[in-house]
Nanobody
């Protein structure tokens, strides 16, 4: 069993930065990711990382602005978000799985409860 707990969300103005943290307990999984879901929209992938070799993937909308990283020893996932835009406003979720297509939700076995990010213009 894996428990994922996100933190670090908040309200910022456009152009600001936030750092999200996801603390994992239990088993270690090969792939971890951040997803987000805005009101009335489907959950979408933001970024993913293979915990073994550190390989990352990003949604086009966040490339160059967001950075995903993972501390294997502490089983902690991070998402550094810079140059935030109002379109980044959403609930952000941490997810853990063992592979598959990184941006598809059904490949992830465990999910956190989410942390809210609100970006004002």
């Amino acid at each position: 069993q894996v428990q994922l707990v996100e933190s670090g969300g908040g309200s910022v103005q456009a152009g600001g930065s936030l750092r999200l943290t996801c603390a994992a307990s239990g088993s270690t999984y090969l792939r971890m990711a951040w997803f987000r879901q805005a009101p009335g929209k489907e959950r979408e992938a933001v970024a993913s990382i293979y915990t073994g070799d550190g390989m990352t993937d990003y949604a086009d909308s966040v490339k160059g602005r967001f950075t995903i990283s993972h501390d294997n020893a502490k089983k902690t996932l991070f998402l550094q978000m810079n140059s935030l835009k109002p379109d980044d406003t959403a609930m952000y979720y941490c997810a853990a799985g063992n592979g598959g297509t990184w941006y598809l939700t059904w490949y992830y076995l465990y999910w956190g409860q989410g942390t809210q990010v609100t970006v004002s213009s």
